[in-house]
């Protein structure tokens, strides 16, 4: 037998593979690794701390955790041997309720991540391009290119105010069919005006509307805007506000012309047992989910004013639950670890346009006198 495979190969009628790799579509041999946050016990063993010693102010998680109902409920759940309920139905009938749109409008997913990645797998054949606007969250770009799409880059101008003529143009010269809006805006906290969002939705594309930070805003969501534009998405999460970024549950509204078939290339059981009984037990005290929201908006302002005093940091003014910061005439890399050190983990990036900034989220008080002290001793 092995005479006859031999020879099969030789004869060209049998060829064993030589890597593994030959199997994997080209594009994504090129693909850049997404770098994510790490946790607690990661950090504790690189810094020789106690996880409770260290603060962790890089990836924009809710100091203050979940609702109490939220761990009794996890404590209850009678069914986890059971698969979930594939559509999610208590939840998205609960957040239907909370904003006032009929749940048919709605998906939920783990986390608005998945839902991304499922917008494009549905929307985006392989050559098809997405428009972004950096420096904004990565995953867009990140999942258009897993997806084999083209990322069309249209930069924020100066204060990280949206080019709209630039986004208009790059949708008619490369037939962009998805163009991706943060507001409020990761890293910056800036927010997009009504008329600007309207002005895009007059384009012949997608618009996909990510409000994963609304909540720490003075503006309403515009959740309710799928109701009268068929090119709207609109994403929100409980990762931020409700502090349940490690169940991972987000959810979206969509045009009821898409939603159908979008359901049809979801996976089934998405949405775990756990993480449906969380975010249901969340959304039962909403005076809970109130108190923390206006507890963080109001250190971010104190924040803000503190961060200001330091001779070395500009910061820029938020409506998410975070700071960005350029540092002038230190590297700020530099910064970024020396805080390390101390226990304070903050965020930089290594991209270009944000190599001079550091972003701080915003966390209990004692978060931020610890922090100021240490970037005064700097």
Same mark, same amino acid.
């Not at 143009?169 to 997009?192: I, R, Y």
């Not at 549950?249 to 939603?259: E, K």
């Given at each position: 037998m092995?005479?006859?495979?031999?020879?099969g /190969?030789a004869?060209?009628t049998?060829?064993?593979?030589? %890597?593994a790799?030959?199997? &994997?579509?080209p594009?994504?041999?090129?693909?850049a690794?997404?770098t994510?946050?790490?946790?607690?016990?990661?950090?504790?063993a690189? !810094?020789?701390?106690?996880?409770?010693?260290?603060?962790?102010?890089?990836?924009?998680?809710?100091p !203050?955790g979940?609702p109490p109902?939220v761990l009794?409920?996890?404590g209850t759940m009678?069914?986890p041997?059971? !698969?979930?309920?594939p559509e999610?139905?208590? &939840?998205?009938?609960?957040l239907?309720? &909370?904003?006032d749109?009929?749940?048919?409008h709605l998906?939920?997913?783990?986390?608005a991540?998945?839902l991304?990645?499922?917008?494009?797998?549905?929307?985006?054949e392989?050559?098809?391009s997405?428009v972004?606007?950096?420096p904004?969250? %990565?995953?867009?770009?990140?999942?258009?290119?897993?997806?084999?799409?083209?990322?069309?880059t249209?930069p924020?101008?100066?204060?990280?105010?949206?080019d709209?003529?630039g986004?208009?143009?790059?949708?008619s010269?490369?037939?962009?069919?998805?163009?991706?809006l943060?507001?409020?805006?990761?890293?910056?906290?800036s927010?997009?005006?009504?008329?600007?969002?309207?002005?895009?939705l007059e384009?012949?594309?997608l618009?996909?509307l990510?409000e994963?930070?609304?909540?720490?805003?003075?503006? +309403? #969501?515009?959740?309710?805007?799928v109701e009268?534009?068929?090119?709207?998405?609109?994403?929100?999460?409980?990762?931020?506000?409700?502090?349940? /970024?490690?169940?991972?549950?987000?959810?979206?509204a969509?045009?009821?012309?898409?939603?159908?078939?979008i359901?049809?290339?979801k996976q +089934?059981?998405?949405?775990?047992?756990?993480?449906e009984v969380?975010?249901? /037990?969340?959304? %039962?005290n909403? $005076? !809970?989910? $109130? %108190?923390?929201?206006n507890?963080?908006?109001s250190?971010?302002?104190?924040l803000?004013?503190?961060?200001k005093?330091? +001779?070395? =940091?500009?910061?820029?003014?938020?409506?998410a639950n975070f700071?960005?910061?350029?540092v002038?005439?230190?590297?700020?890399?530099?910064?970024k670890? /020396?805080?390390a050190?101390e226990?304070?983990?903050?965020r930089?990036?290594?991209?270009?346009e944000?190599?001079?900034?550091i972003r701080i989220?915003v966390?209990?008080p004692?978060?931020?006198?610890a922090l100021?002290? #240490? =970037?005064r001793? &700097?």
């Amino acid at each position: 037998m092995r005479r006859d495979v031999q020879a099969g /190969a030789a004869e060209g009628t049998v060829v064993a593979p030589s %890597t593994a790799t030959q199997f &994997l579509r080209p594009h994504l041999l090129k693909l850049a690794a997404y770098t994510p946050i790490e946790p607690f016990e990661i950090l504790s063993a690189r !810094y020789g701390r106690k996880p409770e010693d260290i603060i962790k102010l890089d990836a924009n998680e809710n100091p !203050y955790g979940p609702p109490p109902e939220v761990l009794a409920a996890l404590g209850t759940m009678k069914y986890p041997h059971i !698969y979930p309920d594939p559509e999610s139905r208590r &939840l998205r009938k609960a957040l239907g309720e &909370l904003n006032d749109i009929p749940m048919e409008h709605l998906l939920v997913g783990c986390g608005a991540d998945e839902l991304i990645d499922l917008l494009m797998r549905c929307v985006l054949e392989p050559g098809d391009s997405i428009v972004d606007c950096p420096p904004t969250f %990565t995953m867009y770009a990140f999942d258009a290119e897993v997806n084999n799409a083209k990322v069309i880059t249209v930069p924020r101008l100066p204060g990280f105010q949206m080019d709209i003529p630039g986004i208009k143009q790059a949708v008619s010269d490369h037939k962009s069919k998805m163009v991706f809006l943060t507001s409020p805006n990761n890293p910056d906290g800036s927010m997009m005006s009504d008329a600007e969002v309207l002005e895009l939705l007059e384009l012949p594309c997608l618009v996909v509307l990510d409000e994963a930070y609304i909540e720490f805003s003075t503006e +309403p #969501s515009k959740i309710k805007w799928v109701e009268k534009y068929p090119n709207l998405i609109v994403l929100r999460t409980f990762s931020k506000s409700a502090a349940l /970024a490690g169940l991972r549950v987000g959810y979206g509204a969509f045009p009821l012309g898409m939603i159908e078939y979008i359901w049809r290339a979801k996976q +089934p059981y998405n949405v775990s047992v756990a993480a449906e009984v969380a975010a249901c /037990a969340a959304l %039962t005290n909403m $005076e !809970y989910l $109130e %108190t923390v929201r206006n507890a963080l908006v109001s250190e971010r302002d104190r924040l803000f004013d503190l961060m200001k005093e330091i +001779p070395y =940091l500009e910061p820029y003014p938020s409506h998410a639950n975070f700071i960005l910061a350029k540092v002038i005439g230190r590297d700020a890399k530099a910064v970024k670890d /020396a805080l390390a050190e101390e226990g304070i983990i903050v965020r930089h990036y290594a991209k270009k346009e944000l190599s001079g900034y550091i972003r701080i989220s915003v966390g209990k008080p004692e978060h931020t006198d610890a922090l100021v002290a #240490s =970037l005064r001793k &700097l």
